[in-house]
């Protein structure tokens, strides 16, 4: 049967069961955007690219499924760049399609050209530029396949004008024709059982174990596996960044997240461990710090479905590539064949004491405000947190609320928590935030935002508005650019650079409203709870609680950048105790 | 050059268009060096082999290595040891050679067993293949007379074969006539 390029492709993206896309029409991309009239697909039509792209990766977030976008040429596809890296770093499945100049206009600096597939070349796992209309279906196909298969990540094909006009013979491929196109992608899932028993000895005869749980957990969908090891073992457990809600905070064995920011007990107990269990995770700098002082006597097994990860930072003792839920389920039946043929678990009663006494001495900690002080943004976030639905996903920029919502927010459940960690993408919250939203209707969808990433993005809340999709966003507004002031004031004598923005402009309430959103400010302690009522009242559009708060509050712990994760500075008092961290 | 930190990988790849964008993106993107590159369609059609030695000065071989696996139309990698493998490369060079020279120059030419490829008013062109490091001797000793131009390929190798396997498989080849 003859059809379009724009209708094969259209039929392709419905053939992968895609329920949504993000995007903004253009000169290239047109003819497609015909076709879409008549699909079942959803539309959500953003005010930038941007906004398009992030939407897709927090819809990809919470759902498990590939976020899609769809946007034109030139600089559609540059304002793709940001959230395509993102994407990338973070490992979530993404396939953007790009419209490109007719096939006979490429290469000649035609109006709204660029080299797509050459500018994101090395922030996509693949691309394609797709030449002809018969290549299409496969083209989709090998996307969503690369894209969703081994270590997720963006995928973003090319498509000329001319390709979608001209006509082709609709298939459909194969999942062996589509494998068989890919000759040189064979992603490892199960891991080497001989790797796999080594890792279940040692896991048995280690005095102070840790499981360092990252986002590959989630990627895998391995969370509850995760805990069965856990349980199994008695190991405790620390979260990364990315890895949050994996393992739930509740549990008795959770250390919350490790890191620059981590809690002192995760940190210090990666630091002095004798084995660290790494699943899913991939040493970044902002876990190990200054990397030769890493967890000095800790035997390392690494899990990871990336083989480039494996000793890419830490040489592994023991490394097994493969997928993070079934290579921790066969290290359970590794353990458990080994208990019952007699083996015995070491005694790390001595290391789970000592964890308990730093938990009790080194709690996370800030000051609360007397009255008639300035409000406390850890406060606010405790109050909005106390006051979430169950099932509430929060959804961050980048910064120091970031890390407060990381390390104040209780995470019970996977998939709640939706953050930039490896790109650390200002202005990534409202339209995750949105994606959230849009892949789970029926939950609450909290954005914790700063006022310097909120007016990166802002213009999505028109979006929201527009297309009914009632998130909620709390500014923790200090005027500031405030981890960059945070810096500034510890390791640049307090010498303020370029960092100050106006508390009187914008006026957040006007814009929130001018956008069709419900906007409240509040200014004190007392105002907290009410506007958090009030916002969580809200159902039928979108509200923006502007929270000012103290300028003056730091995130701590910090570990300073390039320093050893022995060299944690602590909040306040605790810091006067520190040697208690052996 | 050094031969120590030089490693030969073989690279099998479908041949797609930005193949060799992406391969050359990778190790400028992650700060990898490139000491010489080959490439040509290999012997199955619509795949080909790229030859890289890579010059290695922080990062591992290994980590090189799993890099490129990563991209998608990179089908097989084979690191080739020098000892165990059969590396050539194939030299052009323009030398001023002038007079007397002439004959010195060809004379040199013929002792490598090269070729002449065209004789000018007070240059000759000169083509050479063969290891690499007889191309380097072979230059060290030109550069006394000055060379005007050169071109070289890069080297391409490929693994040597077992002699004791080439020795099994001839009684049963002739078993099987």
């Known amino acids: 049967m003859k059809i379009t390029g724009a209708q094969a492709l259209i039929r392709a993206l419905e053939m992968e069961r895609v329920e949504t896309i993000f995007g903004l029409p253009g000169g290239c991309i047109l003819p497609a955007y015909d076709p879409l009239l008549d699909s079942p697909i959803r539309h959500i039509l953003v005010r930038h690219e941007q906004g398009a792209g992030h939407m897709a990766e927090g819809y990809a977030h919470v759902t498990g499924r590939p976020g899609v976008c769809l946007v034109t040429s030139g600089p559609a596809a540059t304002n793709m760049v940001t959230p395509l890296m993102d994407a990338y770093m973070d490992s979530i499945p993404m396939v953007c399609i790009t419209g490109q100049v007719p096939t006979t206009a490429i290469g000649t600096d035609a109006f709204q050209e660029c080299d797509t597939v050459g500018i994101t070349r090395s922030t996509t796992k693949h691309n394609e530029l797709v030449m002809t209309a018969q290549d299409l279906p496969m083209a989709v196909r090998q996307a969503f396949h690369i894209a969703t298969t081994g270590r997720p990540g963006p995928t973003l094909i090319d498509v000329p004008k001319d390709v979608l006009t001209n006509s082709m013979d609709w298939y459909w491929p194969t999942d062996e024709e589509v494998i068989d196109s890919l000759p040189g992608y064979r992603p490892t899932t199960k891991g080497d059982p001989a790797m796999i028993k080594e890792a279940a000895r040692l896991i048995l005869a280690s005095e102070r174990p840790v499981l360092y749980a990252g986002g590959g957990i989630l990627k895998a969908r391995a969370a509850q596996a995760l805990r069965e090891l856990a349980d199994l073992t008695g190991i405790h457990v620390v979260t990364t960044l990315m890895a949050r809600g994996a393992f739930p905070d509740d549990h008795p064995l959770c250390l919350g997240m490790p890191g620059m920011h981590g809690n002192a007990t995760a940190v210090t107990a990666m630091q002095r461990s004798d084995l660290l269990v790494a699943l899913g995770a991939r040493f970044d700098d902002r876990i190990t710090g200054k990397i030769p002082a890493f967890a000095p006597e800790a035997k390392v097994i690494h899990v990871d479905i990336d083989p480039a990860e494996q000793g890419k930072v830490r040489k592994p003792d023991v490394p097994i590539v493969g997928d993070c839920k079934l290579v921790i389920e066969e290290l359970i039946n590794a353990i458990k064949d080994l208990l019952q043929g007699g083996s015995v678990q070491a005694d790390s009663g001595a290391w789970k004491s000592r964890i308990s006494g730093w938990q009790e001495q080194f709690p996370l900690h800030y000051e609360p405000s007397e009255p008639g002080d300035a409000l406390k943004p850890q406060f606010c976030l405790e109050q909005l947190r106390d006051s979430a639905p169950e099932g509430t996903i929060l959804v961050s920029g980048v910064g120091q609320h970031q890390m407060w919502s990381s390390q104040y927010w209780k995470f019970n459940e996977p998939y709640t928590w939706v953050n930039s960690g490896g790109l650390g993408t200002m202005g990534f919250s409202v339209p995750a935030a949105i994606g959230a939203k849009v892949g789970c209707p029926d939950r609450t969808v909290w954005a914790v935002d700063g006022d310097g990433c909120f007016q990166m993005t802002a213009q999505e809340l028109v979006t929201a508005s527009v297309e009914r999709i009632p998130i909620k966003v709390a500014i923790l507004n200090n005027s500031y650019l405030g981890m960059v002031r945070q810096w500034q004031e510890m390791f640049y004598d307090e010498r303020y650079s370029e960092v100050y923005l106006s508390p009187e402009v914008p006026d957040f309430v006007k814009w929130a409203e001018a956008m069709g959103c419900v906007g409240i400010r509040v200014d004190s302690p007392e105002e907290v709870q009410p506007a958090i009522d009030k916002a969580n009242s809200v159902d039928d559009r979108p509200v923006v609680v502007d929270f000012r708060v103290d300028a003056r509050e730091k995130v701590f712990p910090m570990v300073p950048a390039g320093f050893s994760n022995d060299d944690l500075l602590l909040p306040g008092a605790q810091q006067a105790n520190r040697g208690a961290l052996k | ?177």
């Open chain 2, 1 to 177: 050059m050094s031969e120590l930190n030089h490693h030969i990988l073989s690279v099998l790849v479908q041949n797609r268009p930005g193949v060799l964008a992406r391969l050359s993106g990778l190790f400028a993107r992650r700060g990898y060096n490139i000491f010489s590159l080959a490439v040509a369609p290999a012997e199955q059609e619509g795949f080909s082999r790229i030859t890289i030695v890579v010059d290695l000065e922080s990062t591992s071989l290994e980590q090189i290595v799993k890099q490129l696996f990563k991209l998608i139309e990179v089908v097989k990698i084979s690191e080739l040891n020098p000892r165990s493998s059969v590396e050539r490369e194939l030299l052009l060079a323009t030398i001023s050679a002038a007079g007397d020279e002439r004959g010195q120059v060809v004379e040199l030419v013929n002792i490598f067993e090269g070729k002449i490829l065209a004789v000018g008013v007070d240059a000759i062109t000169v083509s050479l293949d063969g290891h690499p490091d007889k191309l380097d001797d072979f230059v060290e000793l030109l550069t006394e007379y000055g060379i005007v131009e050169m071109q070289r390929t890069g080297r391409v190798a490929l693994p040597k074969l077992e002699r004791l396997a080439k020795l099994e498989r001839q009684p049963k080849d002739r078993k099987a006539g």
